[in-house]
């Protein structure tokens, strides 16, 4: 088949046009580099030694849609591109509503001119907003999200089960992500924050390779086993499979379907340190600072739907995490720049 990957050349977007490309798809990324890298698509080129379809460009551009869709027969479009940094958000709303709901919105007019009506869409935790409820499982009422990235989320997948109402032949998948972690194994690929991380591992491993003293972290008086945020993290490379499992999936789907991609279970930001210590064989140190504002305590996935449904269930363990993110960082100490 012939996907195209908005936001491809992004953390997520570029382990996912890898696995496409080793399933044998035909890949379109479109991207506009604000928080990508070029360099990620050559990398993922140099690892399967099939070529990479790339264009530069904004998802909001409807011409330059018209004309990929034109040029490129896609069946499935996988939908990353947008912002994702919760802070940002707060003191830039319209930015963030702008490119992750206008640009959803754009790209959806564009599928439909074109006849393609297979999406998935890159959602999040988030939209469960703070619920006591854990694990959180798709039947719960979505919240209250507690910031302008999350509340873009919830947006997108109400606009999108507008869309798949109106017209029947939309299959939507909503792909609700917990925490993605970890990189290609081959160390070659991953994730690459502009400035200072917001996210606890790649904090952690900037400060392994000595790009930052030391990890705060956001509280310890939390109501959780050890004081500390519990979250559920998942490998990077489990996520992209659920995708794969999803895309299958909806192929005989119509409508929207909605899959929590999680592990199943929570793990404390004190017993993330220890996994990244035993895997690295290197300490990491650490204060305890104030909790940071929006945090929640603790939340985790009923990944079962998804196993059930899409025969799919995360299989890397918190070591394999942190040792594949260990690699990259040691390898790529100033991300895709060094
Ligand atoms: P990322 O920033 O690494 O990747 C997003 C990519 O989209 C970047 O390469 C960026 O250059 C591109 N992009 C942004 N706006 C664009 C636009 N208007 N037009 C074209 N390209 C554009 O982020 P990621 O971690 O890979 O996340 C991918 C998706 O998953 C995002 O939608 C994000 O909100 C969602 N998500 C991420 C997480 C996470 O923790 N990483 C969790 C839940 C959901
Ligand atoms: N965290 C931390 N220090 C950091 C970054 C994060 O203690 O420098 C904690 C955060 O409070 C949360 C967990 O690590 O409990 C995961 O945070 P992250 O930002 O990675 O993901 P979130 O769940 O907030 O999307």
Redo the contacts with the bound molecule.
Sequence with gaps: MSILV??????????MVLALLEHHHEVVV????????AA?LERVAALTGRDVAFIE?????RELLDRLFHQHKIDDVL??????AVGESVEHPLRYF???VS?TVTLCRAMEAAGVRRLV??????VYGDNDTVPYDEALPTGEPTNP?GR??LMVEEVLRDLARADTRWSIALL??????GAHPSGLIG???LGIPN?LVPYITQVAVGRRDALSVFGNDYPTPDGTGVRDYIH?MDLVEGHLAAMKAIGRRPGVSVWNLGGGRGYSVLDMIQAFEKAAGRKIPYRIAPRRDGDLAQYWADASKAERELDWKATRDIEAMMADAWRWQVNNPGGYAS
Excluded at 57 to 61: E, I, S
Excluded at 79 to 84: E, I, P, R, S, V
Excluded at 176 to 181: E, G, K, L, Q
């Design positions: 908005t936001g491809g050349a992004g953390y997520i977007g570029s382990h479109l991207d506009n580099l604000s928080n990508g890298s990620s460009g904004d998802v909001r551009d939908h990353f591109a947008g912002l994702k702008d490119y992750n640009g869409f890159s959602s999040s935790a988030t990235y873009s989320k609700r992500y917990f925490n993605p972690v994730e690459d924050p996210n990077v």
